[in-house]
């Protein structure tokens, strides 16, 4: 059993099923809604849904500008997924790169855009080969984000044709695809290694 208690931000989207994966792991979590939810948590799970809608819930009642702290004193390790990629990033685009910038929590350094692929009906599926994690890992993507570049401090752990979906910095990993919806946990287990939870 793992010795750290996981928060999972819980204000919108699919964090229900990352309560499963950590709950299949061994681990104790705790669902993040308001600020004194950081109290007592070590890591932060930032699910995948909408990441305009998440943002507006959290400024409302002062969990955005506390998260924000926390990540860029390097105090809370993350894992943040498809939105939640996105709200970590340091540079958001709205569909294209001419559209207006989205302020998001400003903390790993990479560029993406929004919806990227198209819109719901152009969501997929498709195996990656995810090196020294999982050979072949059923990924779903939905409405996904597309990491345009990233700075060198970024490790691409996969990548799905040239873009990368799986991206480590320092104890914090993000993908652009749900690893919560694929039957392994091969992927939320790697983030617990990271974040030293033995
Ligand atoms: N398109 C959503 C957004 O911009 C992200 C989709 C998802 O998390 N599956 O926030």
Known sequence: MGNNRI??????GGFDLH????????CSHRLVRNPEDLNNIDALIVPGGESTTMQWIMKKNGLFPAIKTALLNNSLPCFGTCAGLILAATTIYNDHEDS???EGFGYAPM???RNAY???VDSFETDLNI???QEKFRAVFIRAPRVLSHGKEIKVLARCEKDPVLLQYKRSLFTTFHPELSNSLAVHKYWLDLIGNR
């Open 19 to 26: 309560v499963e994966c950590i709950q299949s792991l061994a």
């Open 118 to 120: 198209g819109t719901q």
């Open 111 to 113: 560029c993406v855009t």
């Open 7 to 12: 928060g999972i931000l819980a204000v919108q």
């Open 131 to 133: 090196p020294h994690i």
């Open 100 to 102: 207006h910038n989205d």
